[in-house]
Every structure is written in structure tokens, then in C-alpha cells.
């Protein structure tokens, strides 16, 4: 565990770089060996659109770098937040220093973007993506950006982690979401095992579908089992029948263009419609998991 410590206390940038590229690269490569869907969409182009707003959210996460790093050297020499009020095994503090650190920064903004309209108007851009996989992993507008930096900001001043656990948490945090946002699929049952403690493929894929009440579910990226304490799971056996985007911009014209995606936080607020199909074998709809 020290070792690991040190190596995130003193992480190189061009590390942190690698585990972005390596982590799209890799799940890039599976998305062709074990497909979840196959899509017949122009992959490049897509990836091309996605990574732009990859680049964005680096931008931002740069420019709030300094103040999340200034919070974190304050916890450690004045011993504040949560982490520092009982003392804890190394392996059990960084635990719960992730859970703390994905609760608040990951889950809880997670969930208010889907609770106020201005907010969702910001969200709707990583929503509108009618073809999920792991480059959707960081399609954000570059202003749910900022909420999102604002938040782990939050979070590592609520739980008082120390720089290594911030940068070791932003670290699982990419890769996890590149994980569960790539268009793969894993046997069943090892996917169903995985969605008791992280957030597997099938249980996110599920939170992409383009209607309610399935798109206000899981909104876990690293644990899931927040999603099953705060009654916001819900599982679909066949993911394959899920519809990928959001019903209130279904146009290519709206979700696939950068200029109108920029400007969607923007327009006038469309109301969500919610799905009342009963459920039939070829409808997804929430069921208990096995």
C-alpha cells in the first residue's frame, strides 16, 4: 500500500495521460473482439465528435487542478474532513476515501443534473449520444464540466483526502467510466456478480436509455452499491433491446453536431416524456436481478 501511496503522491502528468489514451485504446480494441451491439455508424467520426469533448474536460479539470490539489495539502497538515476523524488502517482509509470521493464527486452531481432543469440542459449532450461506447465516456459540455470539477473540489474538502488519493481516485474514476461506457459485453453472469460492488456495462448502459424512468437510474461510475442504498437501480436482462440517446432531441441533425451540441444548454427546456409501454419481450423495463 505505501508503494502505491508514493507512486500517486508523485504521479508524472504524462502517466495520467496514459491511463486516458491506454484506457480508450484498450476498451476501443474490445469493443471490436466482443460487441455488446453492432452499430452501423461511422466510428472515427463518432470517436472524432466524443473526444473533442474529451479534450474539453481535460481543459477544465486543468484549470481546477491547483484549487483540488491546495484543498487536499490543507486536509493533510490540518487533519480536516471525514478520513481524519477516527484513525484507520492504510488499505481501509483509502477505501473509504474512494467511496467518500465517488459519492460526492461522481453519484451525487451525477443525480442533481438529473433533478434541475438548467442543469439537465447541460447534461443532455453526454445523453444525446445515440451510439454509447467508451468514447461517450467524457462527452460532457464543457459547463457540466466546471459542476463536475466543482464537486470533487467538494468532495475532497468533505472527506479531507490527502493528493494521492485524489489523483488515484481520478484515475479509476476515467477508467471506470471508459469500462462501463464501452459498447462490450461480458457473460452474464459475470456481469451480474461485477453490478453488486462496481458499475458494470450492462447496469450503465441501462441509465443511456432514452426514456424514463430508466434514464433516471444508475447513476453510480465506480460503485454501484450506491444506486441499490438511494432506490436508484434498476436492471434490464436484455440490454440489447435498450435505445441509446434521449427522446427529446432524437435527430442526428440535434445529437451529432458539434455546434448544436455546444449550444443545447442553451435552447428551451424540453420536458422528458416517460415510457408507459407495458413491459413485453421486446420493451426493456426495470426487473429484479437474478
Same mark, same amino acid.
Given at each position: 500500500m505505501e508503494k502505491l501511496v508514493l507512486y500517486f503522491e508523485h504521479i508524472p502528468s504524462w502517466h495520467r495521460s496514459l491511463i486516458l489514451g491506454g484506457g480508450l485504446v484498450l476498451f476501443w480494441v474490445l469493443e471490436g473482439l466482443v460487441p455488446l451491439v453492432r452499430f452501423r455508424y461511422h466510428k472515427f467520426r463518432h470517436a472524432g465528435l466524443n473526444l473533442f469533448f474529451t479534450l474539453t474536460t481535460v481543459v477544465v479539470n486543468l484549470f481546477f487542478a491547483s484549487l483540488i490539489i491546495m484543498a487536499a495539502d490543507y486536509s493533510t497538515r490540518h487533519h480536516s474532513g471525514l478520513l481524519h476523524l477516527f484513525p484507520m488502517p492504510l488499505w481501509l482509509f483509502t477505501l473509504v476515501g474512494l467511496m467518500l470521493l465517488d459519492? *460526492?464527486? !461522481?453519484?451525487?452531481?451525477?443525480?442533481?443534473? /438529473?433533478?434541475?432543469? $438548467?442543469?439537465?440542459?447541460?447534461?443532455?449532450?453526454?445523453?444525446?449520444?445515440?451510439?454509447?461506447?467508451?468514447? #461517450?465516456? +467524457?462527452?460532457?459540455?464543457?459547463? =457540466?464540466?466546471?459542476?463536475? !470539477?466543482?464537486?470533487?473540489?467538494?468532495?475532497?474538502?468533505?472527506?479531507?483526502?490527502?493528493?494521492?488519493?485524489?489523483?488515484?481516485?481520478?484515475?479509476?474514476?476515467?477508467?471506470?467510466?471508459?469500462? +462501463?461506457? !464501452? +459498447? *462490450?459485453?461480458?457473460?452474464? $453472469?459475470?456481469?451480474? !456478480?461485477? %453490478?453488486?460492488?462496481?458499475?458494470?456495462?450492462?447496469?450503465?448502459?441501462? /441509465?443511456?436509455?432514452?426514456?424514463?424512468?430508466?434514464?433516471?437510474? +444508475?447513476? %453510480?461510475?465506480?460503485?454501484?452499491?450506491?444506486?441499490?442504498?438511494?432506490?436508484?437501480?434498476?436492471?434490464?436482462?436484455? #440490454?440489447?433491446?435498450?435505445?441509446?440517446?434521449?427522446?427529446?432531441?432524437? =435527430? =442526428?441533425k440535434e445529437n451529432n453536431k458539434m455546434g448544436n451540441l455546444l449550444g443545447m444548454p442553451f435552447q428551451s427546456y424540453r420536458p422528458p416524456t416517460t415510457d408507459i409501454i407495458p413491459p413485453t419481450t421486446n420493451s426493456p423495463s426495470p426487473t429484479t436481478p437474478p
Open positions: 459519492l *460526492i464527486g !461522481a453519484w451525487f452531481i451525477h443525480w442533481l443534473h /438529473h433533478q434541475i432543469k $438548467w442543469m439537465w440542459k447541460f447534461h443532455l449532450v453526454h445523453h444525446s449520444d445515440t451510439w454509447v461506447d467508451t468514447t #461517450t465516456a +467524457n462527452r460532457h459540455h464543457p459547463g =457540466e464540466s466546471v459542476f463536475r !470539477a466543482l464537486f470533487t473540489l467538494l468532495a475532497v474538502i468533505v472527506a479531507g483526502s490527502p493528493v494521492w488519493l485524489v489523483f488515484l481516485y481520478q484515475s479509476l474514476s476515467v477508467l471506470f467510466s471508459q469500462f +462501463n461506457h !464501452a +459498447n *462490450i459485453t461480458l457473460p452474464k $453472469w459475470l456481469d451480474t !456478480a461485477l %453490478g453488486w460492488v462496481i458499475v458494470s456495462p450492462d447496469m450503465h448502459k441501462v /441509465h443511456h436509455h432514452y426514456r424514463r424512468p430508466l434514464t433516471d437510474t +444508475n447513476y %453510480g461510475n465506480i460503485f454501484s452499491f450506491w444506486d441499490r442504498l438511494f432506490g436508484t437501480f434498476a436492471f434490464v436482462k436484455d #440490454t440489447k433491446s435498450l435505445h441509446y440517446g434521449i427522446d427529446t432531441h432524437p =435527430e =442526428e
